[in-house]
């Protein structure tokens, strides 16, 4: 009760208290040192003679405590550098005293200036320690704090303890770790047990959940810890990644259930090449659709290719300021200026001008209308932004002799059953066909599996229904999809800019294609949640198949020709010659999609799609 009254108190009220008590502390510690230069603790009549000095320092001593915003300073989040403050004003305090002895011909030695600040560094920080003791003392009894175990007892999981004691919904208990050496001693506050102690420790501490905070695990070790704790009745959960965890924000909010790299079926592809830095390094790069999951992603990866500057082109206002806010402290960090600009890639004369105004030399295109069912329900427009969109950008990086230009694709775009997946398939024709009227750009195209993590995919939809307790909604039991990270998509990108000799297609060897009823029922598992049998009724989370949307294909494909694959210096990433159209029937086909467009008629659009992209047809699938 005590704890929720002043965690309730106003931030205001917080620094008042705070403020006030730092002042107080000066005349404090001014005595003190007084007391401690004459080995007495009444030196009234020698303080009477330097009184002055205790009302002029305790004055100037607040306005340099509000100077420097030490009342500002949060006790949880009580550091070094918050430390490094208090002796920044101690060390001002004691010159300013001694200045002021000396301007007053005041009696008192000048070894009590050096006292005084040593005092008020000492009593400033006791004070902190103190009131974050008080306040994790009055947490560790009160409230219905969940009662969790950690495992691993390293970096990550010290740093999730301290995060924990700061929250209101979760109190950890102890320790778990596989490293016999810490068995029994007490680390961050929390005895360590072995893993062969959990089951007999659950029950009597109250474990509700079980949090694995070893970022650094193998993914075939991880698998092995979460199948066994599995078997207890709690929920188990994984801390993401180190970078989730050292940067300090939402620590409790950053436990998820289950990691993207998680769902693979397979090993991440190691895609880190020197390649990548050679390319792009002092070169002026542009991210179109930088908001989006992918474009934000080769935004940040371009950041340690040392590139001469980064231009964000996004149309989504939010969008482009979340990541470029995101950006700005790490481009300050390495010396690169990222620059953002707000634009529609189908407006031709802003993209020309934004190209020509920062002297741009490569292009990375991953602006597109990608979700199936809304692109299947607005064609026009999702052929408006995918192709013409492309036509737009393409041909300004043509007209500026740009020096490459990547397409980021989809596997939808080969034999497509969609119009998502057809227009980024006229899309790669479009590219084609401008590579053969210009030879100073090296133009390529990168086709993805369906991108784990990214917005509208499987992981956070999922997640969000295993939330809420179910159902998990598969549209059909047999629906396969090749699957990848944000990362790898990322980084494939990067490497077909750096392989592109023009016209290429590049694809990711990204194993077999996995069932998504296979995923939602190993994210229902690794959640500490079983899959509810749909005979007996026996489990937690229940999958339901809805039946296929319009357009879903039951499976995908990389390549339109498997005959065309040769070889690249990476061993994981596939290169192909692919047919194309010729100049006329591409300049054909794009007088068609803008006479669809400016006479809103989507039979003709549909029409236009069934004649030029190979493949297409829409597919009839019976629900089972």
């Given amino acids: 009760m005590a704890n929720h009254s002043i965690q309730n108190l106003s931030r205001a009220t917080k620094r008042a208290i705070l403020m006030t008590v730092d002042t107080l502390l000066i005349p404090v510690s001014l005595y003190c040192a007084f007391a401690l230069r004459y080995g007495t603790a009444t030196p009234w009549d020698l303080i009477g003679e330097s009184s002055i000095l205790f009302v002029v320092i305790t004055l100037w001593g607040g306005g340099i405590i509000w100077l420097l915003r030490l009342h500002r300073i949060k006790l949880n989040a009580f550091d070094t550098h918050s430390m490094s403050n208090i002796g920044v004003a101690a060390l001002i305090l004691a010159g300013s005293a001694m200045i002021v002895s000396y301007l007053l011909n005041l009696s008192a030695p000048r070894s009590v200036p050096v006292l005084l600040g040593l005092f008020f560094c000492l009593f400033a920080v006791v004070v902190r320690v103190g009131g974050l003791g008080l306040m994790r003392w009055l947490a560790e009894r009160g409230g219905n704090r969940k009662a969790v175990a950690i495992y691993g007892a390293g970096a990550a999981g010290i740093q999730l303890a301290a995060a924990l004691r700061q929250a209101a919904e979760a109190r950890p208990m102890f320790f778990v770790d596989d490293n016999p050496n810490l068995h029994g001693l007490v680390v961050a506050g929390l005895r360590v047990y072995g893993p062969d102690k959990l089951d007999s420790l659950i029950g009597p501490r109250g474990i509700e959940q079980i949090l694995l905070a070893v970022p650094s695990m193998t993914k075939e070790r991880r698998d092995e810890v979460l199948q066994t704790l599995s078997g207890n009745d709690v929920e188990v959960r994984v801390l993401p990644s180190y970078v989730e965890l050292m940067s300090g924000a939402g620590l409790v909010e950053s436990l998820r259930t289950v990691a993207p790299d998680q769902l693979l079926g397979r090993d991440k592809v190691a895609l880190d090449t020197p390649e990548i830095a050679k390319t792009y390094?002092?070169?002026?790069?542009?991210?179109?659709?930088?908001?989006?999951?992918?474009?934000?992603?080769?935004?940040?990866?371009?950041?340690?290719?040392?590139?001469?500057?980064?231009?964000?082109?996004?149309?989504?206002?939010?969008?482009?300021?979340?990541?470029d806010q995101e950006l700005q402290a790490e481009a300050k960090l390495t010396g690169i200026p990222v620059v953002a600009r707000l634009g529609s890639?189908?407006?031709?004369?802003?993209?020309?001008?934004?190209?020509?105004?920062?002297?741009?030399?490569?292009?990375?295109?991953?602006?597109?209308?990608?979700?199936?069912?809304?692109?299947?329900?607005?064609?026009?427009?999702?052929?408006?932004?995918?192709?013409?969109g492309t036509k737009?950008?393409?041909?300004?990086?043509?007209?500026?002799?740009?020096?490459?230009?990547?397409?980021?694709?989809?596997?939808?775009?080969?034999?497509?059953?969609?119009?998502?997946?057809?227009?980024?398939?006229?899309?790669?024709?479009?590219?084609?066909?401008?590579?053969?009227?210009?030879?100073?750009?090296?133009?390529?195209?990168?086709?993805?599996?369906?991108?784990?993590?990214?917005?509208?995919?499987?992981?956070?939809?999922?997640?969000?229904?295993?939330?809420?307790?179910?159902?998990?909604?598969?549209?059909?039991?047999?629906?396969?999809?090749?699957?990848?990270?944000?990362?790898?998509?990322?980084?494939?990108?990067?490497?077909?800019?750096?392989?592109?000799?023009?016209?290429?297609?590049?694809?990711?060897?990204?194993?077999?294609?996995?069932?998504?009823?296979?995923?939602?029922?190993?994210?229902?598992?690794?959640?500490?949640?079983?899959?509810?049998?749909?005979?007996?009724?026996?489990?937690?989370?229940?999958?339901?198949?809805?039946?296929?949307?319009?357009?879903?294909?039951?499976?995908?494909?990389?390549?339109?020709?498997?005959?065309?694959?040769?070889?690249?210096?990476?061993?994981?990433?596939?290169?192909?010659?692919?047919?194309?159209?010729?100049?006329?029937?591409?300049?054909?086909?794009?007088?068609?999609?803008?006479?669809?467009?400016?006479?809103?008629?989507?039979?003709?659009?549909?029409?236009?799609?069934?004649?030029?992209?190979?493949?297409?047809?829409?597919?009839?699938?019976?629900?089972?």
């Fill in 281 to 323: 390094a002092g070169r002026v790069v542009m991210v179109t659709g930088a908001g989006g999951s992918i474009g934000s992603e080769l935004c940040r990866q371009l950041l340690d290719c040392n590139p001469a500057r980064i231009i964000l082109f996004e149309q989504g206002e939010f969008q482009l300021y979340s990541i």
């Fill in 392 to 624: 737009v950008v393409a041909e300004a990086a043509a007209a500026a002799k740009l020096e490459r230009f990547i397409l980021v694709s989809t596997d939808k775009a080969v034999r497509p059953t969609n119009i998502m997946g057809a227009t980024k398939r006229m899309a790669e024709l479009v590219v084609q066909d401008t590579q053969t009227r210009n030879h100073d750009t090296k133009f390529a195209m990168v086709r993805f599996g369906n991108v784990l993590g990214s917005s509208g995919s499987v992981l956070p939809l999922f997640q969000k229904q295993i939330a809420r307790g179910g159902p998990v909604t598969v549209t059909h039991k047999d629906v396969t999809r090749f699957f990848m990270t944000i990362p790898e998509a990322a980084r494939l990108v990067l490497l077909a800019g750096a392989y592109a000799t023009g016209s290429d297609v590049f694809v990711l060897d990204m194993g077999e294609p996995q069932k998504i009823v296979d995923i939602a029922e190993r994210m229902i598992t690794l959640s500490g949640r079983k899959v509810k049998d749909p005979v007996t009724g026996v489990g937690d989370i229940e999958i339901k198949v809805t039946g296929l949307r319009p357009g879903e294909k039951l499976y995908e494909e990389l390549l339109i020709d498997d005959d065309s694959l040769l070889p690249t210096p990476h061993a994981k990433i596939l290169r192909a010659q692919e047919a194309m159209l010729s100049q006329v029937e591409v300049a054909s086909m794009i007088r068609e999609l803008e006479g669809s467009i400016d006479k809103a008629d989507t039979d003709r659009l549909r029409r236009l799609i069934e004649c030029r992209v190979d493949g297409y047809h829409v597919q009839q699938v019976e629900v089972s």
């Fill in 345 to 388: 890639v189908t407006n031709k004369a802003r993209v020309a001008g934004v190209i020509a105004e920062e002297g741009v030399e490569i292009i990375l295109h991953a602006a597109a209308y990608k979700h199936v069912p809304l692109v299947e329900e607005n064609e026009l427009e999702g052929a408006r932004n995918n192709v013409l």
